[in-house]
């Protein structure tokens, strides 16, 4: 019977036709110009191919040992490639040290830190990536990234000598966890960078919408054991509970990071075990009786 095959990259021909097949190209004889033509059998296979190429689930410093951070001298940012989306995100940066204390747009020389990636967003995105670095003045690395967790949905690679922290494949959650360890005194501020992309998971880069920051934390000259307040105290006790310790009677608000109410309510001085089965960020915001406020982030595992 009649066979199809492509003469050439635009022509469909219909021939008498002997074939040989596998699953991945056809090699027929065309009987009237003597000739042997091959054919690539599977769709499925070009969408791969696509897939592959124009989709870096895994970050472009993994798949294409590229620096997309939009620090000085990398290459050009997400939104080069991703575009078309209606996601509207937005992106944050913090540094969290002793697990739940935030410095305030600082960091300690020397010292350990969380830094934490926050990508929020309307819609219904099916995940979002990051890919970042951590920079001082001169473009050289500020300190260093230790991958804390080999489960989690980070992971560490390097471009050209500049450290990079990406994600390993689409996350579900917005929120992202790397654990920093500052440079030394004397380094002076340091710049984060970090470029976003909020996916919608078909596979390449059209219909995502990317965003882009830069965040600059300055050198801090306090310790951890001034910051953090003991008039006020919060932290995972067990699973699915939270202890709020206080000086004097307050009202405490707890929300998710991308802005959920977790709880609300009135309690007196000394120590309380709250409910809470959110896992993630918990911000705290509680204002006391006598009208002193405290903001205060921990981690529910």
Same mark, same amino acid.
């Given at each position: 019977? #009649?066979?199809?095959?492509? +003469?050439? *990259?635009?022509?469909?021909?219909?021939?008498?036709?002997?074939?040989?097949?596998?699953? =991945?190209?056809?090699?027929?004889?065309?009987?009237? +110009?003597?000739?042997?033509?091959? %054919?690539?059998?599977?769709?499925?296979?070009?969408?791969?191919?696509?897939?592959?190429?124009?989709?870096?689930?895994?970050? &472009? !410093? $993994?798949?294409?040992?590229?620096? %997309?951070?939009?620090?000085?001298?990398?290459?050009? @940012?997400?939104?080069?490639? $991703?575009?078309?989306?209606?996601? !509207?995100?937005?992106?944050?940066?913090?540094?969290?040290?002793?697990?739940?204390?935030?410095?305030?747009?600082?960091?300690?020389?020397?010292?350990?830190?969380?830094?934490?990636?926050?990508?929020?967003?309307?819609?219904?995105?099916?995940?979002?990536?990051?890919?970042?670095?951590?920079?001082?003045?001169?473009?050289? +690395?500020?300190?260093?990234?230790?991958?804390?967790?080999?489960?989690?949905?980070? =992971?560490?690679?390097?471009?050209?000598?500049?450290?990079?922290?990406?994600?390993?494949?689409?996350?579900?959650?917005?929120?992202?966890?790397?654990? =920093?360890?500052?440079?030394?005194?004397?380094?002076?501020?340091?710049?984060?960078? &970090?470029?976003? &992309?909020?996916?919608?998971?078909?596979? &390449?880069?059209?219909?995502?919408? #990317?965003?882009?920051?830069? *965040?600059? *934390?300055?050198?801090?000259?306090?310790?951890?054991?001034?910051?953090?307040?003991?008039?006020?105290?919060? *932290?995972?006790?067990?699973?699915?509970?939270?202890?709020?310790?206080?000086?004097?009677?307050?009202?405490?608000?707890?929300?998710?990071?991308?802005?959920?109410?977790?709880?609300?309510?009135?309690?007196?001085?000394?120590? $309380? %075990?709250? $409910?809470? !089965?959110?896992?993630?960020?918990?911000?705290?915001?509680?204002? @006391?009786?006598?009208?002193?406020?405290?903001?205060?982030?921990? =981690?529910?595992?």
């Amino acid at each position: 019977m #009649p066979m199809t095959f492509v +003469n050439d *990259f635009y022509d469909v021909c219909h021939f008498p036709a002997t074939v040989v097949q596998n699953g =991945w190209f056809s090699l027929q004889y065309d009987s009237n +110009n003597m000739q042997y033509k091959f %054919r690539l059998l599977s769709a499925l296979m070009l969408g791969v191919l696509a897939i592959t190429f124009l989709s870096n689930s895994n970050g &472009v !410093a $993994h798949q294409q040992n590229k620096d %997309r951070t939009g620090a000085p001298g990398s290459d050009n @940012t997400c939104e080069q490639c $991703h575009a078309g989306g209606s996601f !509207a995100p937005q992106l944050n940066a913090f540094l969290v040290v002793d697990g739940d204390v935030e410095l305030p747009g600082e960091y300690i020389p020397g010292g350990t830190h969380m830094l934490v990636i926050n990508v929020t967003s309307t819609g219904a995105p099916m995940g979002y990536g990051v890919h970042g670095t951590a920079v001082l003045a001169d473009g050289s +690395n500020a300190g260093s990234f230790n991958d804390q967790d080999p489960n989690d949905c980070i =992971w560490l690679d390097e471009v050209e000598g500049r450290h990079i922290f990406e994600q390993n494949d689409l996350c579900s959650s917005g929120t992202f966890e790397v654990e =920093w360890v500052a440079p030394e005194a004397g380094s002076g501020p340091v710049s984060v960078y &970090v470029a976003s &992309v909020t996916a919608n998971g078909n596979g &390449v880069s059209s219909g995502d919408s #990317p965003e882009a920051a830069q *965040f600059v *934390f300055t050198e801090g000259t306090t310790g951890v054991e001034v910051l953090a307040d003991d008039r006020f105290s919060l *932290f995972q006790s067990a699973t699915g509970q939270l202890t709020m310790d206080c000086f004097e009677s307050h009202a405490t608000t707890l929300l998710s990071m991308d802005g959920r109410l977790l709880y609300e309510g009135s309690l007196g001085a000394g120590q $309380h %075990r709250v $409910h809470c !089965a959110h896992k993630g960020l918990v911000i705290a915001h509680t204002v @006391t009786e006598s009208g002193v406020v405290f903001s205060r982030k921990t =981690w529910m595992q």
